[in-house]
């Protein structure tokens, strides 16, 4: 049974930074493609980051694209979001997820299977 736990979450002023991290245990943390989505009081989740089991490929909304960066720590079965020149549409609150990688699947958008607690992300003006 995958678990996630999310931490890094809060309060910040506009053009700040915080950043996420998901830590992952109960299956080899080096196998599984991981996400990060979020949802906005009233709007539907939607995906942020993605990065692949190798870690070589990854994918950004259009929408954080610059702004936003996923990494992945294999040693400490970790996947962190950096999120800079925040902005008050950010306000959500955030998810971790992840998947098992598939070879034959090069994309890291798509339904993902697990899902963290979510952290709460509030960017004022």
């Known amino acids: 049974q995958v678990q996630l736990v999310e931490s890094g979450g809060g309060f910040v002023q506009a053009g700040g930074s915080l950043r996420l991290s998901c830590a992952m245990s109960?299956?080899?943390?080096?196998?599984?493609?991981m996400g990060w989505f979020r949802q906005a009081p009233g709007k539907e989740r939607e995906f942020v980051a993605g990065?692949?089991?190798?870690?070589?490929?990854?994918d950004y909304a259009a929408s954080v694209k610059g702004r936003f960066t996923i990494s992945r720590d294999n040693a400490k079965d970790t996947v962190h979001l950096q999120m800079n020149s925040l902005k008050p549409g950010d306000t959500a609150v955030y998810y971790c997820?992840?998947?098992?990688?598939?070879?034959?699947?090069?994309?890291?958008?798509?339904?993902?299977?697990?899902w963290g607690q979510g952290t709460q992300v509030t960017v004022s003006s």
């Open positions: 990065i692949s089991w190798s870690g070589y490929i990854t």
């Open positions: 109960g299956r080899t943390f080096s196998l599984y493609d």
């Open positions: 997820a992840a998947r098992a990688g598939d070879l034959a699947r090069p994309v890291v958008t798509g339904a993902f299977d697990y």
